[in-house]
């Protein structure tokens, strides 16, 4: 598959839930924001550093703790903004005085590369995924093969369907998508191989999906 030549993307598995955390940024300034920082911030930052990379944000794909517990510890190294949809709930959004909240469609800027906020809710109220041309960093939205539990507080199976068939489905065939776990056969995967082998972008309709998905249609 095809990516940006001018995009940084590293993709990190972290933790006891096969978490995949992120460097995106700018390969001409060597900025990059921090997606999810969670479970090894020392980690996150000793690469950062050999790598050469200047963290100069936090993207937050969603506030559940698996996402977001090095968020405190992360912002205490560096003091940058931590960007989370206003449509999640204070109960899952983050306190610090970092966070700064984004609209559905916002571009947020890292380096010379432009990111667009992307509200993908289901799996949480404010769920956002985040753009760049073909790249699609998308959190618990979607799994290769599968896509995120919709039965935690906040969380709806019938936004979810929405989400998936009218927010992402119609999105380029050629758009990779890079989930927030390795819950799948390939740690990415394009939109065009997943309306092929995804069992929750294969639904004739909602019914079909909601008892997919929580084993009921109502």
């Known amino acids: 598959m095809d990516l940006p030549e001018q995009l940084i993307l590293k993709q990190f598995e972290i933790g006891p839930l096969n978490?995949?955390?992120?460097f995106v940024g700018d390969v001409s300034s060597g900025e990059i924001a921090v997606v999810d920082p969670a479970w090894d911030v020392d980690f996150l930052c000793r690469q950062a550093q050999q790598?050469?990379?200047?963290?100069?944000?936090?993207?937050?794909?969603?506030?559940?703790?698996?996402?977001?517990?090095?968020?405190?510890?992360?912002?205490?190294?560096?003091?940058?903004?931590a960007y989370i949809s206003r449509h999640e709930p204070p109960f899952l959004t983050p306190k610090h005085k970092n966070i700064v909240t984004t609209e559905d469609g916002q571009i947020l800027k890292v380096g010379s590369r432009e990111f667009r906020c992307l509200l993908t809710p289901g799996h949480?109220?404010?769920?956002?995924?985040?753009?760049?041309?073909?790249?699609?960093?998308?959190?618990?939205?979607?799994?290769?093969?599968?896509?995120?539990r919709c039965d935690l507080p906040g969380g709806d199976a019938s936004v979810m369907y929405d989400t998936l068939y009218n927010i992402i489905m119609p999105l380029p065939d050629d758009t990779v998508i890079f989930p927030g776990h390795n819950y799948g056969p390939t740690p990415c995967a394009t939109l065009a191989s997943q309306k092929r082998t995804n069992p929750y972008l294969t639904c004739r309709n909602r019914e079909e999906f909601l008892v997919h998905r929580m084993g009921y249609a109502a």
């Open 19 to 22: 978490n995949f955390l992120y």
């Open 51 to 81: 790598m050469n990379y200047c963290i100069v944000a936090v993207f937050l794909t969603h506030g559940h703790p698996d996402h977001v517990n090095g968020l405190d510890k992360i912002l205490s190294r560096h003091d940058v903004p």
């Open 124 to 148: 949480t109220p404010g769920c956002q995924s985040f753009l760049y041309e073909n790249v699609m960093i998308c959190g618990d939205a979607i799994f290769v093969d599968g896509c995120g």
